[in-house]
């Protein structure tokens, strides 16, 4: 599997249904690199169970019946050295989702995603890399786009003018879902070049990750 850590990727698991709990536990938990390391039910028991599993990621469901997914994600990113989440959906709260990633998430899953197809992400997650894929990506943008005018297009047009040329094109290519490597190919850059772009990038537009930078561009266009 690309991407994967040195140690087993800790992950956390929050979602309200039982059966899914111990579900996504017995997959992820077939997978070598990948450390299952606690299951909560309700988002008012993440920090607690941050604290005392320490995970790389967190899995985290959106609607839970005490805190949401989204203020529970919120929170974590608020952190000084938080985990990565990845948002559960259905695909039924693309909205939701869409709100999830501007408060920090670092994309979102299908939870009936081959089981492959998650335990990729998660590693991926936990490395940095982007773990959406471009076509659920520009899905998701679609759906918000179809309720008309975006409001926040002349702010993301007015952020990514901080940008100049060479880090415009490297957020570009972040939107659309590319990894490190295959940015560094297309620009003619070392990986190592392509990772100093990004924390030009995540500190002159005041943001935390790659998925973010995506939410952005995809709002100026």
Do not use: W
């Amino acid at each position: 599997m690309a991407n994967v850590m040195p140690d087993p990727v800790r992950v956390l698991i929050v979602d309200d249904d039982a059966l899914v709990r111990a579900g996504l536990s017995m997959m992820l938990g077939a997978f070598d690199e990948i450390e299952v390391v606690g299951a909560v039910a309700d988002g008012t028991e993440v920090a607690g169970a941050v604290n005392t599993h320490r995970p790389h990621v967190v899995l985290m469901d959106i609607r839970m019946p005490g805190m949401d997914g989204l203020t529970a994600t919120a929170d974590l990113r608020k952190r000084r050295d938080p985990p990565e989440v990845i948002v559960l959906t259905t695909f039924d709260t693309d909205e939701h989702v869409r709100r999830a990633m501007r408060v920090g998430a670092s994309g979102f899953l299908l939870k009936h995603e081959p089981p492959g197809d998650i335990a990729r992400a998660v590693c991926r997650a936990a490395s940095g890399e982007p773990m959406f894929t471009p076509s659920v990506l520009r899905q998701v943008m679609g759906m918000a786009a179809a309720h008309g005018e975006d409001p926040d297009r002349d702010r993301a047009r007015l952020a990514l003018k901080r940008l100049s040329p060479s880090e415009g094109d490297v957020a570009r290519l972040i939107a659309g879902g590319r990894t490190n490597q295959e940015i560094g190919a297309e620009l003619n850059m070392s990986t190592a070049t392509v990772k100093a772009y990004m924390t030009r990038i995540f500190t002159k537009l005041e943001l935390s990750n790659r998925t973010q930078v995506a939410i952005l561009v995809h709002d100026a266009r």
